[in-house]
T-cell receptor, first 112, second 113 residues
Framework: ELKVEQNPLFLSMQEGKNYTIYCNYS?????LYWYRQDPGKSLESLFVLLSNGAVKQEGRLMASLDTKARLSTLHITAAVHDLSATYFCAVDNNQAGTALIFGKGTTLSVSS | NAGVTQTPKFQVLKTGQSMTLQCAQDMNHNSMYWYRQDPGMGLRLIYY???????DKGEVPNGYNVSRLNKREFSLRLESAAPSQTSVYFC????????????FGPGTRLTVL
């Protein structure tokens, strides 16, 4: 059974600092996704990582994938308040239709 | 394009009542999904439909039924609502392809008293 674990679950950061969110998964998977959710809102796709060593960057966020370690990281550089949200990683369960197994999410709070 | 739409946005039911959550997408996607989101639990897959005419159970299917009415629409039915089904329900869709990225609807916030 595929399990996805994120840590930390809560992260309080100061503006300008760097930090990394970790996502571990238990079995081989073809794809890993990162989503962002603002309070009371829907999920927004951030990154799709498709192969070992894949790295994607958008603004202050950079995601990477190590399929051998079954680990993805989401690195935040010089955090700003607008990055406050909940971040989810999700892994393709390799069944038809690309059903995703989600981590529990990391709630990020950035303060000045 | 509206993307993925869901109705209703909010609903309050009494225990034992039934209701159907509606979902539609205008992106011509083959696959559609229903998830529930509970505090501290992330999103959990209830049912999915890989293509028109097929449906499959996800992690937490008990107490729910689904209908893939056509390529655009995928509904979720609660036959006899229970307080444990109080949750936020998200519908999503994706196209089979290189990334298979799922696009999510705005959600339905359901309270069962």
């Amino acid at each position: 059974e595929l399990k996805v674990e994120q840590n930390p679950l809560f992260l309080s950061m100061q503006e300008g600092k760097n930090y990394t969110i970790y996502c571990n998964y238990s079995t081989t998977s073809d794809r890993l996704y990162w989503y962002r959710q603002d309070p009371g809102k829907s999920l927004e796709s951030l990154f799709v990582l498709l192969s070992n060593g894949a790295v994607k960057q958008e603004g202050r966020l950079m995601a990477s994938l190590d399929t051998k370690a079954r680990l993805s990281t989401l690195h935040i550089t010089a955090a700003v308040h607008d990055l406050s949200a909940t971040y989810f990683c999700a892994v393709d369960n390799n069944q038809a239709g690309t059903a995703l197994i989600f981590g529990k999410g990391t709630t990020l709070s950035v303060s000045s | 394009n509206a993307g993925v739409t869901q109705t209703p946005k909010f609903q309050v039911l009494k225990t034992g009542q039934s209701m159907t959550l509606q979902c539609a997408q205008d992106m011509n996607h083959n696959s559609m999904y229903w998830y529930r989101q509970d505090p501290g639990m992330g999103l959990r897959l209830i049912y999915y439909s890989a293509s028109e005419g097929t449906t499959d159970k996800g992690e937490v299917p008990n107490g729910y039924n689904v209908s893939r009415l056509n390529k655009r629409e995928f509904s979720l039915r609660l036959e006899s609502a229970a307080p444990s089904q109080t949750s936020v329900y998200f519908c999503a869709s994706s196209e089979v392809g290189y990334t298979d990225t799922q696009y999510f609807g705005p959600g339905t916030r359901l309270t069962v008293l």
